[in-house]
């Protein structure tokens, strides 16, 4: 019997043991034997789970049973997870994870345990929920270079950005509602502030480039200034708003990696993506685009994830699948945002706002104003053409003198 134990019984816990042991013979026989989940970590009781007699609270149990072959960390968070997770790759286990904190935070280290104890750390579910992004990138895509990976990479953001789009729900509204549907991580601050899709972003970087990408290297800013106003001049110039990862490999091998929310041309397939799905171009340069697309959260997706990986590990106990990158604190190799070319939207007011449109045009030289249905006398939205960051904001700076820069919002 191979032996499989989770820990965390938390909305992706429960949902790998429910898909793993809804679906345990088939999984049986796609790895030639017999296997069951024995034990399943967590703090607390759950007397009505019909898993409630595999629920242990001790983790040495887990650590010590030479049964457990594979476990699945989905407890979350880097200190109890990050300790649980390096003693059982050292113990000979492998490990399974949605944990994209950890492995944005520790990756580089955990693969190197893994490799070094012959098992293996998989994550799949780390990043886009349900979709295949790591093992495509790792192992399909293998033979490019990748030129650029942009996504949208945190469902409970494209949810809520969703629904102040299509339903004129505000924010806050939204953000219940994501949370209530069990999108949202624990603090969902993590969510609206784009931590959560730069940890992703992050771990794609890493894959793709070969050196790790620190989430507190790469500058994120999340949804919570985006306002309607924003939403109806963009919508109205053919734009969606969207919190969009993006990574990108520079002239002379250097990369940028951004998070924020970016103005994406309706003839972009991602904008049309709606609701938790999450989607993911990547470009490389022998097959062109490619788009991943599915469920970036939720109970059942994720588990999706988790099991296939618990299912390779499985088919792989003896050998050590090989993805690995750099463990490189060094950023050097990643150029500053602000040294980025970009165009900007922005949005101004100014009580005499459309006579200062000749002054902002010899700012920036050709750019485009767009409108908004009952737009205000006071109010002024325009498209920059692309610069250098940094000259933007200097233009910006300038005209600041002369009006209130209400939102800056790149175009993707
Ligand atoms: N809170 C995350 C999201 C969960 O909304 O995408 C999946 O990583």
New binding site residues.
């Given amino acids: 019997m191979k032996n499989v134990a989770v820990i965390g019984y938390g909305v992706v816990g429960s949902g790998t043991v429910e898909l793993f042991m809804k679906n345990r013979e088939a999984i049986s026989k796609k790895i030639g034997r017999d296997c069951e989940v024995k034990y399943i970590l967590d703090l607390r009781e759950f007397p009505d789970s019909p898993f409630a007699d595999r629920i242990i609270h001790d983790f040495d149990t887990i650590l010590n049973d030479d049964e457990i072959e594979v476990v699945a960390e989905v407890v979350g968070g880097t200190t109890f997870a990050y300790d649980y997770t390096k003693r059982l790759l050292e113990a000979g286990k492998s490990v399974v994870t949605?944990n994209?904190a950890l492995v944005a935070a520790k990756g580089a280290e955990l693969l190197k345990i893994a490799h070094e104890h012959n098992v293996n750390y998989l994550f799949e579910?780390?990043?886009?929920?349900g979709i295949p992004i790591i093992r495509p990138l790792n192992k399909c895509l293998a033979g490019n270079t990748i030129e650029e990976i942009a996504g949208i990479?945190?469902?409970?953001?494209?949810?809520i950005l969703n629904k102040m789009i299509k339903d004129q729900m505000d924010f806050d509204t939204a953000l219940k509602l994501?949370q209530e549907l069990g999108?949202?991580?624990q603090d969902?601050t993590?969510?609206v502030e784009g931590h959560?899709?730069c940890r992703?972003i992050c771990i794609l970087a890493s894959l793709a480039y070969g050196k790790h990408v620190y989430p507190e290297k790469v500058h994120c800013s999340g949804i919570t200034n985006v306002t309607l106003d924003d939403i109806a001049y963009a919508e109205n110039a053919g734009f969606a708003i969207k919190l969009i990862g993006s990574a990108k490999l520079l002239d002379g091998g250097k990369i940028t990696a951004i998070v924020c929310p970016r103005l994406v041309s309706k003839t972009n397939l991602l904008a049309s993506v709606d609701g938790?799905y999450?989607a993911i171009t990547v470009k490389g340069d022998g097959v062109g685009d490619v788009m991943f697309y599915g469920q970036?959260?939720?109970k059942l997706p994720?588990a999706s994830a988790v099991v296939g990986d618990i299912i390779d590990c499985l088919k792989h106990t003896d050998r050590s699948v090989m993805i690995s990158w750099d463990d490189c604190y060094d950023d050097s190799y990643i150029v500053p945002y602000k040294s980025v070319e970009n165009a900007m939207y922005v949005r101004i007011q100014a009580d005499n706002a459309d006579e200062l449109k000749a002054s902002i045009s010899d700012l920036f030289g050709k750019l485009t104003y767009i409108e908004r249905a009952n737009r205000p006398g006071n109010e002024l939205a325009f498209i920059t053409p692309t610069m250098v960051e940094k000259e933007i904001d200097e233009k910006l700076a300038e005209l600041s003198h002369s009006a209130e820069i209400k939102s800056k919002i790149r175009l993707l």
Wanted: hydrophobic share 35%; aromatic share 6%.
């Fill in positions: 949605s994209k579910a780390s990043v886009g929920g990479l945190n469902g409970t953001t494209n949810f994501a999108y949202a991580e969902p993590a969510d959560d899709a992703k938790v999450n970036g959260a939720g994720t």
